[in-house]
């Protein structure tokens, strides 16, 4: 088995990986592993933007303040304050990197989006936000001569040596070889898991592999319950899931179902600009009382040339599928979109394991609470990605304090369970039937007794496909068991059986793996 040394390693090529090698690479050898390609990532699909309170009339008061009232009770403001008063830094950080945001008479263009109290979003390329910072990144790591990269490689180990992370295991995706990575730091930037669900906007990449890596080696993992379904992807028979940006609201757009009926004023007096969760669950409802798979999203009374300028992506893409949105509402439907929980970090990305950090969707910084305000996700990953590198340059160590309660995965007995083989399909189709946007009891725990049946009987992992089944089985665990043990409704955790907040869950729920 070959084994290569580094001061950093980085698992994920997003944004967070990228932004974190660009920095880390000033003070130390760096190398990073991603399973694909370095382009295919889930901020590369990222259009509504990236929040920063620039603009007049805005402040770091009040972005906090609307964070907070999006995060429905669950939000660490120590978390919240930091992105915000840093939120401003790091966009200059982005446009010295070479970013070309958005501008209007030599200003940054700034956009409103659903329970933003002002304009405050950022947009590069329109509707390319995430497409463009990502390509711009990747260009400059690699050219860069202290960065390594080596795609298709997925790391499946976390290696030790005497309780401090050592390095990873790795296998390489099309020869099936194995090899070790040792480093000083090892900084998990792996992205989200939205393919655990029937209908995501995240592309395939998004298998919850760091959780599920992090997991195993006994960090902690916090907020799993709440994940973020998206109200409106594109729902057109036989055309791959698409998000439509929350920014189509922002600037005019409305919704109706399929009776042409405004319906969101009946649900929130913010109406369509009400938060995801709310405007998600509406749809869920319109569509039941309609009988359709689908509402829609109308910006026909909007000037058409706004629509080409601000929504190029979003309207290429519907028309190369025969739909003009200039002319003709847009089917749309919820779809699974972004975990607000994760690998638990402090303010410094240290997670409860000494040299192992994380950043990005797969940390839960606190900052998100039960529902993440929209386009908080790029800035979050910016400003903890930064603060990583800042605490390892003033050689600082240690670890996140442990979280004072912790809950281990049950051992359930399936051995009465006759569920269907597990493959990746079965897996998408029992968590958005069971563990969706609306849950209850007797699903999830249907939910639990499969996925639990499903691990027991997984065949030891060989291959990247096998790899990710088995992490997304794992992860999905992790999802239901912390929404079982929720016995309230909050944020993006809607169970209809407790549709109520209820103050004494006013509180995280955190795992962590059962150590001899």
Same mark, same amino acid.
């Given at each position: 088995?070959?084994?290569?040394?580094?001061?950093?390693?980085?698992?994920?090529?997003?944004?967070?990986?990228?932004?974190?090698?660009?920095?880390?690479?000033?003070?130390?050898?760096?190398?990073?592993?991603?399973?694909?390609?370095?382009?295919?990532?889930?901020?590369?699909?990222?259009?509504?933007?990236?929040?920063?309170?620039?603009?007049?009339?805005?402040?770091?008061?009040?972005?906090?303040?609307?964070?907070?009232?999006?995060?429905?009770?669950?939000?660490?403001?120590?978390?919240?304050?930091?992105?915000?008063?840093?939120?401003?830094?790091?966009?200059?950080?982005?446009?010295?990197?070479?970013?070309?945001?958005?501008?209007?008479?030599?200003?940054?263009?700034?956009?409103?989006?659903?329970?933003?109290?002002?304009?405050?979003?950022?947009?590069?390329?329109?509707?390319?936000?995430?497409?463009?910072?990502?390509?711009?990144?990747? =260009?400059?790591?690699? /050219?860069?001569? $202290?960065? &390594?990269?080596?795609? %298709?490689? +997925?790391?499946?180990?976390?290696?030790?040596? #005497?309780?401090?992370?050592?390095?990873?295991?790795?296998?390489?995706?099309?020869?099936?070889?194995?090899?070790?990575?040792?480093?000083?730091?090892?900084?998990?930037?792996?992205?989200?898991?939205?393919?655990?669900?029937?209908?995501?906007?995240?592309?395939?990449?998004?298998?919850?592999?760091?959780?599920?890596?992090?997991?195993?080696?006994?960090?902690?993992?916090?907020?799993?319950?709440?994940?973020?379904?998206?109200?409106?992807?594109?729902?057109?028979?036989?055309?791959?899931?698409?998000?439509?940006?929350?920014?189509?609201?922002?600037?005019?757009?409305?919704?109706?179902?399929?009776?042409?009926?405004?319906?969101?004023?009946?649900?929130?007096?913010?109406?369509?600009?009400?938060?995801?969760?709310?405007?998600? =669950?509406?749809?869920? /409802?319109?569509? $039941?009382? &309609?009988?359709?798979? %689908?509402? +829609?999203?109308?910006?026909?009374?909007?000037? #058409?040339?706004?629509?080409?300028?601000?929504?190029?992506?979003?309207?290429?893409?519907?028309?190369?599928?025969?739909?003009?949105?200039?002319?003709?509402?847009?089917?749309?439907?919820?779809?699974?979109?972004?975990?607000?929980?994760?690998?638990?970090?402090?303010?410094?990305?240290?997670?409860?394991?000494?040299?192992?950090?994380?950043?990005?969707?797969?940390?839960?910084?606190?900052?998100?609470?039960?529902?993440?305000?929209?386009?908080?996700?790029?800035?979050?990953?910016?400003?903890?990605?930064?603060?990583?590198?800042?605490?390892?340059?003033?050689?600082?160590?240690?670890?996140?304090?442990?979280?004072?309660?912790?809950?281990?995965?049950?051992?359930?007995?399936?051995?009465?369970?006759?569920?269907?083989?597990?493959?990746?399909?079965?897996?998408?189709?029992?968590?958005?039937?069971?563990?969706?946007?609306?849950?209850?009891?007797?699903?999830?725990?249907?939910?639990?007794?499969?996925?639990?049946?499903?691990?027991?009987?997984?065949?030891?992992?060989?291959?990247?496909?096998?790899?990710?089944?088995?992490?997304?089985?794992?992860?999905?665990?992790?999802?239901?068991?912390?929404?079982?043990?929720?016995?309230?409704?909050?944020?993006?955790?809607?169970?209809?059986?407790?549709?109520?907040?209820?103050?004494?869950?006013?509180?995280?729920?955190?795992?962590?793996?059962?150590?001899?």
């Amino acid at each position: 088995m070959k084994k290569r040394e580094f001061d950093f390693i980085i698992i994920g090529s997003g944004i967070a990986g990228l932004y974190v090698a660009l920095l880390a690479q000033e003070i130390g050898r760096v190398l990073i592993l991603t399973k694909g390609s370095i382009d295919e990532c889930n901020t590369k699909y990222a259009q509504g933007g990236i929040a920063a309170p620039v603009g007049p009339g805005d402040s770091p008061q009040l972005h906090f303040e609307d964070t907070v009232a999006a995060g429905a009770g669950l939000c660490d403001p120590e978390m919240v304050r930091i992105l915000v008063e840093e939120a401003s830094d790091r966009i200059a950080d982005l446009i010295k990197f070479g970013v070309p945001f958005d501008t209007v008479n030599g200003e940054v263009a700034l956009t409103q989006e659903a329970a933003h109290s002002v304009p405050r979003i950022l947009h590069a390329g329109g509707d390319a936000t995430g497409e463009r910072i990502e390509t711009t990144l990747s =260009r400059q790591a690699r /050219a860069s001569r $202290k960065i &390594t990269i080596l795609e %298709h490689c +997925l790391a499946i180990e976390i290696l030790f040596e #005497a309780g401090r992370v050592q390095g990873v295991k790795a296998v390489d995706c099309y020869s099936g070889s194995v090899e070790e990575f040792h480093c000083r730091w090892l900084i998990l930037a792996t992205g989200g898991a939205g393919r655990l669900f029937k209908f995501t906007t995240n592309p395939e990449v998004a298998t919850g592999d760091g959780i599920a890596l992090a997991y195993r080696a006994g960090a902690e993992i916090m907020d799993m319950e709440f994940f973020q379904f998206h109200p409106t992807a594109l729902r057109l028979p036989g055309v791959p899931v698409f998000l439509i940006s929350e920014a189509v609201r922002g600037e005019g757009g409305v919704l109706r179902n399929v009776s042409g009926h405004r319906f969101m004023s009946e649900y929130s007096p913010q109406g369509d600009l009400a938060p995801r969760d709310v405007v998600a =669950r509406a749809i869920l /409802a319109e569509m $039941k009382k &309609t009988k359709s798979d %689908h509402v +829609l999203l109308d910006v026909t009374h909007l000037p #058409a040339r706004k629509i080409f300028t601000r929504f190029p992506h979003i309207y290429r893409f519907c028309l190369d599928h025969g739909l003009d949105i200039t002319s003709s509402p847009i089917p749309v439907a919820p779809a699974a979109h972004y975990l607000m929980g994760g690998i638990r970090t402090d303010s410094w990305g240290r997670t409860n394991i000494p040299g192992l950090f994380a950043c990005g969707e797969v940390a839960c910084t606190g900052v998100h609470g039960a529902n993440r305000l929209a386009s908080n996700s790029l800035m979050e990953t910016l400003v903890f990605s930064r603060r990583i590198v800042e605490h390892i340059r003033e050689g600082a160590e240690g670890s996140k304090k442990a979280a004072g309660e912790c809950f281990t995965l049950p051992t359930r007995d399936s051995s009465n369970l006759a569920p269907p083989p597990p493959s990746l399909t079965s897996l998408q189709e029992l968590m958005w039937d069971n563990a969706g946007i609306v849950r209850y009891k007797e699903g999830l725990e249907k939910a639990a007794l499969t996925l639990a049946a499903w691990e027991a009987r997984l065949p030891k992992p060989t291959d990247r496909a096998s790899w990710e089944l088995a992490n997304l089985i794992l992860v999905g665990r992790l999802l239901v068991e912390a929404a079982l043990i929720r016995e309230e409704s909050r944020g993006a955790h809607f169970r209809s059986d407790f549709p109520e907040p209820s103050p004494e869950w006013q509180k995280h729920i955190v795992f962590k793996k059962e150590t001899n």
